[in-house]
């Protein structure tokens, strides 16, 4: 599993280095005013609003992958010890719901900072 995800994050930055590159043909004046972030520079809103999508892609993705592996846990702890299913399903409850709390913070700072983007 930690395979498929170091590929997933491979394949992903490979896909994001076009974004990340500068224009070609700037010159030094240009590129140093690319690099400092502003109100009015269109190369350090690009950079946050491709870091802004893919954080929180990572997240909703780290979210689903957690929350699929806790119910799956939780009904193979069922499966073995019936009488506890009822403790099980509350600890399981309040463990997806602090789980999709971290997503919702990511959904938040993308929020905050979405104004940000020109």
Do not use: H
Not at 37 to 59: C, E, F, K, M, R
Not at 69 to 77: G, P, S
């Amino acid at each position: 599993m930690l395979k498929k995800g170091l590929a997933v994050l491979a394949i992903a930055a490979l896909l994001a280095t076009p974004a990340l590159a500068l224009e070609q043909g700037m010159d030094k004046k240009e590129t140093e005013k690319a690099m400092v972030p502003g109100p009015g520079n269109t190369a350090s809103s690009t950079n946050l609003g491709l870091a802004l999508g893919l954080g929180l892609a990572i997240a909703a993705f780290g979210g689903a992958l957690s929350q699929s592996n806790a119910i799956a846990k939780a009904v193979d702890a069922v499966a073995r010890q019936p009488e506890a299913g009822g403790r099980i399903q509350g600890m399981m409850i309040i463990g997806l719901a602090l789980i999709e709390t971290l997503v919702i913070y990511m959904l938040l700072i993308c929020f905050m900072w979405g104004n940000k983007i020109v």
